[in-house]
């Protein structure tokens, strides 16, 4: 059974930092791309960053360039999402994916950890 959990959200104030993390088990994902999407109160789920696996190559929204950091290690089949300056908009709910393709086609989604920055 495919399983991605999230973990590492929390109360931050401006400003601050935050890493998220991504466990995945149940299957290979060597060929797979990972991704982080966010959704707000009223808000659809948004793109956030991605990353694959075999290649390391990434890609982020505009709204977080410069900001965040998606990293892998796969030795222990995490992906991380290194949040710093952060922002009172990038409050959400925070989901890791899974997917394969290019751009990838996202078959596995975590719960969600929820990520909320005071002004």
């Known amino acids: 059974q495919v399983q991605l959990v999230e973990s590492g959200g929390g109360l931050v104030q401006a400003g601050g930092s935050l890493r998220l993390s991504c466990t995945a088990s149940?299957?290979?994902?060597?060929?797979?791309?990972m991704g982080w999407f966010r959704q707000a109160p009223g808000k659809e789920r948004e793109f956030v960053a991605r990353i694959y696996w075999s290649f390391g190559s990434t890609f982020y929204a505009d709204s977080v360039k410069g900001r965040f950091t998606i990293s892998r290690d796969n030795a222990k089949n995490t992906v991380y999402l290194q949040m710093n300056s952060l922002k009172p908009e990038d409050t959400a709910v925070y989901y890791c994916?899974?997917?394969?393709?290019?751009?990838?086609?996202?078959?596995?989604w975590g719960q969600g950890t929820q990520v909320t920055v005071s002004s």
């Open positions: 994916a899974a997917g394969r393709g290019v751009p990838p086609v996202y078959d596995y």
């Open positions: 149940g299957r290979t994902f060597s060929n797979y791309a």
